[in-house]
Each structure stands twice: as C-alpha cells, then as structure tokens.
C-alpha cells in the first residue's frame, strides 16, 4: 500500500522545491536603429540644407527679377533722357515725375532740372543769394527710374546729362532778370511778375512777361542794363512781411543775369476784435486801425481788409504761421525785425511796486494764421474819454505818442505814431477812445485849426498807474496788480 498523502513525514524526509528553467534574454532585432536624440539633429540637419537650398533659390530669383527690373528701368531713363533733348524750350524744360507700367510692374520717373549760370549750380532758376549772376551757360537734367519692392531703396537707375540752349538766352549788350517764388512746399506757379525802370539807364521791358512755372520760375529777357523795380501779385496772397505785392530792386548787367527770390503763399484770415479797458461804451476807433503782428519773421503791421472808425473789429490778411502775437499799435515799422516802439506792447512794461502793491505787464493773445480760414482773437487796448476844452468844434480828433516820462518806467517808442478818429465833436462835448498803450498827446482839430487839449480834458479808463504828466501827456500804463 501506498502511504497515505496526508501521513506524516518522516523526520529525515527533505521536502523537494519545484525546478524552474530560465534562459538568457536576447534583444530584439528593433532595438538596434537611432535613438531619439540622433533622429532630432538629423531633421535639424535636413532643415538646414533645405533652408540653405530655398535661401539660394529665392536669392537667384531676386537677382533675376531685379535685373529685368534694371534693364527696364535703364530704358526708361534713357527714353526720358531723348524726351528732354528733343524738348522745344529749354525754358520750358522743368521738374517732372511720370508713372508708367510694363510688365506690370509700375515703374516711377523723377526728372530734376537746374540751371548753371557758369560760376555755380543755380537751382531750379539759377536765381542766386547775391542778386547777379553770370550768363546761363546750360541746363543739368538728372533722371531717376524707382520701382516697387527694390532690392535697395537707393539704388535706382540714373541718368544724366546737359542741355544747351539753341541760342544765347544772354544777349552780349543787355541782361536778364531771373525771379523764383516760393513757400514752405517749394515753388509756386502761376504769379505775375512785373518789373520797371527805376533808373540808371533803364528801359521799359518789351519782352512779354510770363507768370512762374511749375518750379516758381519765370525769366525777363533781353533787359536793358539798369536798375529795375521788380514786383509779383497774386489776389489772396502776401509775402512774410504780409505784403501783398512786394518789390525789389535788382540792377542788371549786359551779358549778366540778375535775380529776384520772393517768399510768398497764400495769406490767412485774422479777426481782430478790441478789447478796452474799463466799461467805456460809443467808442471810437483809429482808422485804419494800427494793429502789429509779431511772429517768426519778425514785427510786421499789415493793413487792415476791412475796418471801420465806429468798429470794435478788423480783418487781416497775413502769412500763414504756428502763431502770431498780436499787439494794438504800431510795435514796428514793417521793413525790419526790430521793434520800433515798445510801449505798444504789454508784456514790455517792467514791474514796479507802488506801496504794497505789485504791478506787472501781460503777454499778448497768440493767434495762428492758416490759408484759406479765419481765425479770432480779442486783443486789449486803452480807453480814455476826451472833452473838446476848445473854443471851436472840431472834425476829428488827433493822437500822437510821444515819449513816456523819464520820471516813470516805461518802454520807450523811438518812432512815434499819429492816430486820426475821424467823426466831428462840438466844441464841450465827449467822446469815448481807443488807444494803444503808451504816452500820448491829443489834439482837437478842423479845417482851420489845431489844438492841444489840457490834462484836465483827459479821463482814463485803463488802469491804476494811468494818468497825465507835463500838462498835456496822457500815459495808458497797462500794468495790473498781481494777486
């Protein structure tokens, strides 16, 4: 029999393990290729070359491009080049700029023109600083073909040459007269140029007298030599100097040209509305009513477009500018930058103190002046009453400024000024004016007289420190107290 499974074992019995069969592990056949590491630089590697390869690509497709551009470019300029050789007037030869499309690519032709006067390059008219120059030898055209997309934005096609005229322009015997007229934005067409004998063997031109070109220009030929008075106008337009139809003197040579250089645009409008001191009411008015602007070309006192001696307003045409500040009265003379009168203006007067108090001047408004449009500006000015002390009635009265009291500190006004209000006044009646700031005298007159009026005639609206001095000086002192 066999012992039963569940029988004791024996004591010297070993209890026998299971046996487990194990082999070596071999790797399999894919763990042999790239890792991800190298499969990474190699796709870098790839982009390179293939960047490398579109990089040359587009770089031989660029140059190519922008050799056809070139070549078409090159006979573009050419082209123009003929065109100004076969151009009738070489006066009429001017700055130009064509578009024309080929291929359809647009192609830009810049052409530029200047004169040489045979000691220099004049520009556009040859017009020189000096005033005089020598003959015009011959014209420089320059030519320069842009297209869209350049390589290079400064390397367009050029091309240059010279023109002569067919036939002296100078005549040995007599000259000619260069005038260029420009703004802001370059030359300006279409003014009328004048010029006329002011002595010195001058004659009257007989040469027709074109208006400026495109470039600003026009030339007066076959001029005697002599000195000429040269002048442009154009309706709604002023020089800096708002001058509406400003001269100069040029003298001419024979065989010589001369030159005139104007600055000119077209002028802006400027309301003026007074503004006295105090609640003086019935005012008169100076006419025409002195009134200066002051701006980057200096002190200037245009005339009035409109004005009246009973309104309170006038309407300027002046220069465009950023800014003017506007004074009442004459601050200059017009024919320099300099001020001529400084009473006139308020922000010139020094503070001073009287008692405790502290008096000081104002800037004037600032306006600008834009072409085309109007622009408003209240501007302060004095007031005083008057009464006709005399024995005869008058039919207008007389201001004069003169020199403020040495005894006071104010500007000076080293070129007087004389304002007329016209509107008769009975001999004991009042009459309420406006006045710029400074020292005045004031005089009743008519047909056959003229007389000064007392201090006791005089009743100022404007200001603490205003009053009379020496008898018959009004001062208008636009000081005010500083709070």
């Known amino acids: 029999m066999h012992p039963s499974r569940n029988s004791p074992q024996s004591p010297n019995s070993k209890e026998v393990s299971p046996v487990r069969h194990t082999r070596a592990v071999e790797p399999f056949d894919g763990d042999t290729g790239m890792t991800l590491i190298e499969l990474v630089v190699a796709m870098m590697v790839f982009s390179l070359v293939t960047l490398s390869v579109a990089y040359s690509s587009i770089a031989i497709m660029t140059a190519t491009r922008d050799a056809r551009h070139r070549q078409v470019a090159t006979n573009l300029a050419a082209q123009e080049i003929d065109r100004a050789r076969s151009a009738g007037k070489i006066l009429d030869l001017l700055n130009d700029t064509e578009v024309e499309t080929v291929n359809g690519t647009t192609y830009t032709i810049n052409r530029r023109t ?105 030339y007066l030929l076959r001029v005697t030599p002599g000195k000429y008075k040269v002048q442009i106008s154009e309706s709604g337009y002023v020089n800096e100097k708002n001058i509406p139809k400003p001269t100069q003197l040029v003298p001419v040579v024979a065989g010589g040209t001369s030159s005139a250089r104007f600055t000119f645009d077209k002028s802006g409008s400027v309301k003026v509305t007074f503004k006295p001191d ?40 002046v ?101 007329t209000f016209d509107g008769a006044i009975a001999k004991g009646a009042s009459a309420n004016l406006a006045l710029p700031y400074g020292a005045w005298t004031i005089a009743i007159v008519n047909s056959s007289s003229n007389q000064k009026l007392p201090t006791s005639s005089f009743s100022a609206w404007t200001g603490e420190l205003s009053g009379v001095h020496g008898g018959d000086v009004l001062l208008l002192d636009p000081r005010r107290v500083v709070e």
Not at 114 to 120: A, E, I, R, Y
């Open 114 to 218: 200047s004169w040489f006067n045979g000691t220099q390059d004049g520009g556009a008219c040859a017009a020189t600083d000096s005033g005089v120059g020598g003959a015009l030898q011959y014209k420089q055209i320059n030519v320069l073909v842009t297209w869209p997309n350049m390589t290079d934005p400064d390397s367009g096609v050029r091309a240059d040459t010279l023109l002569a005229p067919e036939s002296k322009i100078n005549d040995p015997k007599l000259g000619t007269i260069l005038v260029q007229v420009t703004n802001t934005n370059g030359g300006v067409s279409g003014i009328d140029v004048d010029a006329t004998a002011e002595g010195d063997g001058a004659k009257t031109l007989t040469e027709p007298k074109a208006p400026t070109d495109a470039e600003g220009c026009t």
């Open 278 to 317: 105090g609640s003086a009411s019935g005012l008169r008015f100076p006419k025409p009513p002195p009134t200066s602007f002051v701006g980057t070309y200096g002190i200037t006192a245009p005339e009035a477009a409109s004005s009246s001696s009973t309104s309170d307003s006038a309407t300027y045409k």
């Open 319 to 419: 220069f465009p500018s950023g800014g003017y500040s506007i004074v009442a009265g004459y601050h200059g003379n017009g024919t320099s930058d300099e001020s001529t009168c400084d009473s006139v203006n308020p922000s010139l007067w020094e503070a001073v103190t009287v008692g405790e108090k502290i008096y000081e001047g104002f800037e004037s408004p600032v306006v600008p002046s834009v072409p085309g449009s109007t622009s408003n500006v209240d501007v302060p000015t004095a007031a005083v009453t008057v009464t006709n002390s005399t024995t005869f009635a008058g039919t207008k009265i007389v201001a004069k400024s003169v020199e403020p009291p040495s005894a006071t500190p104010t500007p000076s006004c080293a070129e007087p000024m004389t304002l």
